[in-house]
């Protein structure tokens, strides 16, 4: 069992089955810090930065992996085989059922490299970041490099996918979602590969990255008039 801060004392509850598989891939807890919940500015728990053992390795999660974690979890979902898709349009192309819930996603850093940013957003809002990096009260804001990508979401080829942060060991990426997406019947979005595409509940999304132990809030974006 794992320690939780709560109201000032600690109290113990069992890891999640990710937790353990993170620990048996050798990553130790190097640093204990309290996390924003959903951006309300309260606390709801303390989360553990992760190291890793030396020479150790991880696996990453890749399709089948957090399909499996879905359905061991009881989350409920619907997912599409197609053929592989780098780009949106070629989203569009696929047909998807729910075609009109599938969403952008968008790596951020800012320009020190000390805060990165996993942005969910509609596909069809361009992104401003100058108005995000208002929102977020954030150092100017750039586009993360495929590098960064894999380093901290295990993820390649330019593809930005939220279940990347299933692979984020050190919990040190920040997860924003815009406030629109709350009227979405759910997310499309790929399991951390682009030859298929899930349609999750919005509150499971939500439920998975907090347990995970990222940084989450919700921001309001609005769109060009």
């Given amino acids: 069992r794992a320690p939780v801060r709560v109201r000032g004392e600690f109290r113990f509850r069992r890891l999640s089955a990710h937790a353990v598989l993170v620990r048996a891939a050798g990553l130790l807890p190097a640093d204990c810090r309290r996390l924003p919940h959903r951006g309300r500015g309260t606390v709801s728990r303390s989360a553990c930065v992760f190291r890793r053992r030396k020479g150790a390795t991880m696996e990453r999660m890749g399709k089948d992996d957090v399909v499996r974690f879905l359905r061991e979890g ?10 592989a898709v780098f780009t ?16 952008k996603n ?16 509609p596909e069809d809002k361009p992104a401003n970041l100058k108005e995000l990096r208002a929102r977020l009260e954030a150092r100017p ?30 919990v040190a990426v920040q997860v924003v979602f815009d406030e629109e997406l709350r009227g979405y019947a759910g ?8 030859t298929a595409t899930l349609h999750v509940k919005l509150a499971d999304m939500v439920k998975i990255i907090e347990d995970h132990g990222n940084a989450l809030r919700f921001v309001e974006l609005p769109r060009p008039e």
């Fill in 74 to 83: 009881g989350y409920e979902f619907d997912i599409v085989e197609h053929e």
């Fill in 141 to 170: 804001l750039r586009f993360a490099s495929e590098d960064d990508l894999h380093e901290y979401l295990g993820l390649r080829g330019g593809a930005v996918l939220p279940f990347g942060v299933l692979n984020d060991g050190q």
């Fill in 106 to 121: 968008l790596f951020l850093r800012d320009d020190k490299k000390r805060n990165y940013y996993l942005v969910v957003m």
């Fill in 187 to 194: 997310l499309g979005v790929h399991p951390n590969d682009n």
């Fill in 88 to 103: 949106m349009e070629g989203m569009e192309a696929l047909g998807l059922p729910f075609a009109q819930d599938v969403v």
